[in-house]
């Protein structure tokens, strides 16, 4: 509507533009101050390579030896989405297996490579918000790798599929019979 009456050449009067279309009473932030944002990460791709990068820095820690921990990854966000993909990320690589809920049996062969340092996100004290404003949305995540398994796991998955072939084989014989009876 705005952009009909005047062309838009000032970031005031797109922040002008976004508060009236916002209305109401504003959050905490101002919504002028999400919209740049927004458009900050978009036209720059911030979040574009941010989980390979993290799975990058998980390949070069330290694994945990048997009488010392693990090289540790710590990771401030400083915004929502790249919150989200930084606890999803570490969520999966400290679980054993990410097979749906419902398999009765592990068949991924997952096996984690950190453990979770930190259960949720950190969050900056008030004194450290006092004293560097900038500072209120940051969040903390940690991990710690493990010891690697990986191999163990392959051959565990390669067993439990050899302890299924049996099964199978009872099944198509089952539907041989069935399909000749029929």
């Not at 976004?18 to 002028?32: E, K, L, N, S």
């Not at 096996?111 to 006092?130: D, G, Y």
Request: glycine fraction near 6%; hydrophobic fraction near 40%.
């Amino acid at each position: 509507e705005a952009r009909r009456t005047t062309p838009i050449e000032r970031t005031g009067q797109l922040a002008a533009i976004v508060r009236r279309a916002v209305g109401g009473p504003w959050q905490r932030i101002d919504p002028a101050t999400r919209t740049f944002q927004a458009l900050r990460i978009w036209v720059n791709g911030e979040l574009d390579g941010l989980d390979s990068c993290i799975g990058r820095a998980v390949e070069r820690l330290q694994p945990a030896g048997e009488s010392t921990g693990g090289g540790r990854l710590a990771v401030i966000a400083f915004h929502s989405l790249e919150d989200r993909i930084v606890k999803d990320y570490l969520r999966l690589e400290s679980t054993d297996c990410v097979c749906p809920p419902r398999t009765p049996q592990c068949v991924c062969g997952h096996v984690a490579t950190l453990r979770l340092v930190t259960r949720r996100a950190m969050r900056p004290a008030e004194a450290e918000v006092a004293a560097n404003p900038r500072s209120r949305s940051a969040r903390l995540r940690a991990a710690e790798a493990r010891v690697r398994e990986r191999v163990a796991t392959a051959s565990r998955a390669a067993r439990d599929v050899e302890r299924l072939k049996p099964l199978v084989a009872k099944e198509e014989i089952a539907q041989q019979q069935f399909d000749a009876a029929v």
